[in-house]
């Protein structure tokens, strides 16, 4: 049976929403078609009327779950940077690999994906970082954006090894240690 064009750009966001968390979950390996699709609640059959292959779909799903983590950041920094982080480099964050932060969790299937993904997480961090050096305080861009790189590369990498290492007393010394040494003033 035919959709309308309507229903099939409704189904083209519904799987590109479940991508981005699955993916998210299980990485870009961890999970088939199959699964996307019917997570979904759609067929296999219809995944190439919406994209050229899985890697398609890990690229667009990359844009959308790093575009989705850029909007709320920018909601949560413009409240409190310094609340925010705390929530960043918190256990529930930490547990929450689906709804989580997308540069955590397919920082290394990107690293592996090809040009497309690479390029998708590459535009994502670029716009993470943008949203962050307006919160940074040097007195030049360039000094902002130093700062807001510094940032983000230790709260990804603490968040990354605090889900790695599968001791709950690391996990927290990890991420209290980037918390104690960020390129920001936390008082």
């Not at 959709?3 to 088939?32: C, H, M, P, W």
């Not at 949203?131 to 861009?141: C, E, G, W």
């Amino acid at each position: 049976m035919k959709v309308s064009r309507a229903q099939a750009e409704e189904n083209r966001e519904r799987i590109l929403d479940n991508a981005a968390q699955l993916f998210r979950e299980r990485g870009f390996d961890g999970i088939g078609l199959n699964d996307l699709m019917q997570a979904a609640g759609l067929t296999r059959g219809g995944f190439y009327g919406h994209f050229e292959s899985k890697d398609d779909l890990a690229a667009q799903a990359t844009q959308r779950a790093l575009q989705s983590n850029r909007e709320q950041w920018k909601q949560q920094t413009d409240r409190s940077l310094s609340a925010w982080i705390k929530a960043y480099l918190s256990d529930a964050h930490r547990d929450r690999l689906g709804a989580g932060c997308g540069l955590a969790a397919l920082a290394g299937d990107a690293a592996r994906g090809g040009p497309a993904v690479q390029q998708a997480f590459g535009e994502g961090v670029e716009c993470l970082a943008t949203t962050l050096q307006t919160q940074m305080s040097a007195a030049d861009a360039v000094g902002r954006r130093e700062q807001a790189l510094a940032l983000l590369s230790t709260l990804v990498g603490a968040l990354l090894l605090s889900r790695a290492v599968g001791d709950a007393g690391l996990s927290r010394e990890l991420r209290e240690a980037a918390r104690k040494y960020l390129p920001v003033d936390m008082s």
